[in-house]
């Protein structure tokens, strides 16, 4: 693992949304809007919060959502082109803000022109055996993306798309930026993603790669892929769910969980992204706290998805856009936000002050010293030094309530 990742504490940005681009298929090749180089008036703004590394969702010409690629080597025209990327990574650099780009390499768009020239030139042309197709239907089927017939997933056995995603995160790695997120790993062959990386990292040993994996033997696929971490839902799911059931029996099963995944790998953490109902709609804003509170004093490299450190609300429908209310637009600047959120964000300031003044919490192991229903206490510690340690008391119920505190005293209190 990279060692400047220990360090970095991810803002999560889903720029189609943030930048008010639409995320609607259009026809024809989109006009070039420069929305791009508004994000750099957001980058004092991250730091403030306590962050120092932005986690840019798809930034590549897409049909509409972004995860339908059609140009893995171009920047959507709905957000720039490559002069507003560059000068948006040198920017975070000067403020020494890493950067991480979101690949998407288990599947392509439906009108992506290495299909389009398969389908056209039969089983024998050149881009053939990139993609699952079946020649013996008429017409023939492709192997399509969790139902959807706008997704077309690769054939990762096939030598062209190792060479293509080898050669995509390397172009961007020289271009600039830091870190990948790989969009879908949990689809995608671990030992896939083994020869891929080791051709990466021998040009760019200091990169750092995750994985989105939803379920799974965490710890096997990272030993496998040779990723350097993946998406601990578990923990999301644990967190979010005990805090609205008033259960924190899940939570404290979990955590036993989430000391052996620290052992073996740093797990990227997180109360929220792209793909999910915000955390304050899930379990209230005074909960919310408390869920910010375990992110940010256990183990891991936690990521905070935009909006969620003002306290923003939006529901995830399985419908047709039915991400919309969380991958919404951000105003011009931070100056233009709402006051409503400024408890939010000086909580999240708190936490991720303590966080800073103990980085020994990116590999912390937790001990649950007191468990009931609406009642949890818990120990974070450094194995390398057990003196360090942190004591963490969390309540549900009439009111919310949350405690941090060192040897020293309380460093955190909060009642909703």
């Not at 004092?44 to 986690?55: E, F, H, Q, T, V």
Request: aromatic share 10%.
């Amino acid at each position: 693992m990279s060692g400047w990742s220990d360090d970095t504490i991810w803002w999560a940005v889903y720029p189609l949304g943030f930048l008010g681009a639409s995320t609607r298929p259009a026809d024809g090749r989109r006009p070039l809007e420069h929305r791009l180089p508004a994000l750099e008036g957001w980058l004092d703004y991250l730091l403030s919060i306590g962050c120092n590394g932005l986690a840019l969702g798809p930034i590549f010409e897409s049909v509409s959502h972004g995860y339908d690629t059609l140009d893995h080597f171009r920047v959507d025209p709905r957000l720039g082109d490559e002069d507003d990327l560059a000068h948006l990574v040198a920017a975070c650099h000067e403020r020494g803000i890493r950067v991480a780009l979101d690949g998407v390499f288990n599947h392509v768009s439906a009108a992506h022109p290495a299909l389009l020239a398969a389908l056209s030139g039969g089983p024998g042309s050149p881009t053939a055996d990139m993609f699952h197709i079946d020649w013996s239907t008429n017409p023939p089927t492709r192997l399509n993306f969790e139902g959807s017939d706008d997704l077309v997933r690769l054939n990762h056995d096939s030598p062209a798309v190792r060479e293509l995603v080898t050669r995509v995160m390397n172009h961007w790695l020289e271009f600039g930026v830091d870190a990948w997120r790989l969009d879908a790993a949990y689809a995608v062959p671990p030992s896939f993603w083994a020869p891929v990386l080791a051709e990466v990292r021998a040009s760019h040993p200091r990169a750092f790669v995750w994985g989105e994996v939803i379920h799974g033997d965490y710890a096997r696929i990272v030993a496998d892929s040779t990723m350097d971490s993946l998406t601990e839902y578990e923990l999301w799911k644990a967190i979010w769910s005990s805090l609205a059931a008033e259960n924190f029996y899940e939570l404290d099963w979990t955590l036993a969980r989430h000391n052996g995944f620290v052992e073996d790998f740093v797990p990227m953490t997180f109360l929220g992204n792209h793909d999910t109902t915000r955390i304050a709609s899930r379990v209230g804003d005074a909960k919310a706290v408390l869920a910010a509170v375990v992110l940010l004093t256990v183990g891991g490299i936690p990521s905070i998805y935009y909006g969620d450190e003002q306290g923003f609300h939006g529901v995830k429908y399985d419908r047709p856009w039915g991400d919309d209310e969380v991958r919404p637009a951000m105003p011009a600047g931070p100056g233009e936000l709402s006051g409503l959120g400024a408890g939010m964000l000086r909580r999240h300031q708190q936490l991720i002050s303590i966080r800073r003044r103990n980085p020994w919490l990116v590999r912390a192991r937790t001990t649950v010293t007191q468990l009931a229903n609406d009642h949890l206490v818990y120990e974070a510690y450094d194995p390398a030094d057990a003196a360090r340690r942190l004591y963490v008391s969390l309540s549900v119920g009439a009111r919310a309530k949350a405690h941090v505190a060192d040897a020293a005293g309380g460093l955190f209190a909060f009642e909703g």
